[in-house]
């Protein structure tokens, strides 16, 4: 009898260290969700960082544009004053 007492005692301990183990399983389970969830938060995050990044890039490049028309436009401006005083003189 004082053998199936023992037994007894170490199935209790088992199935005491299972419901342990499942409660951990169960935990660690609900982390891995929720790191998975901050992962896809913050994969959507970097997308949007970097869909404004390229955005004021072009921004950027576009207005550098505008500023090296509006440039050429006063140049062409320059150099035609520059013409008709030129004839001026000749004349």
């Known amino acids: 009898m004082n053998e199936l007492a023992i ?11 299972y419901a342990s183990q499942k409660g951990e399983i169960a935990k660690l389970k609900e982390q ?6 901050l992962q896809t938060q913050l994969k959507q995050q970097l997308q949007e960082a ?11 490049h576009l207005l550098n544009q505008e500023e090296k028309e509006k440039m050429r436009g006063q140049l062409d401006q320059v150099m035609r004053e ?3 005083i030129l004839v001026s003189l000749h004349d």
Do not use: F, G, V
């Open 32 to 37: 891995l969700n929720d790191a998975h969830q």
């Open 7 to 17: 037994l007894n005692d170490k199935l209790d301990a088992l199935l005491k260290l």
């Open 50 to 60: 970097e869909q404004n990044m390229l955005a004021m890039n072009l921004n950027k």
């Open 82 to 84: 520059i013409d008709k």
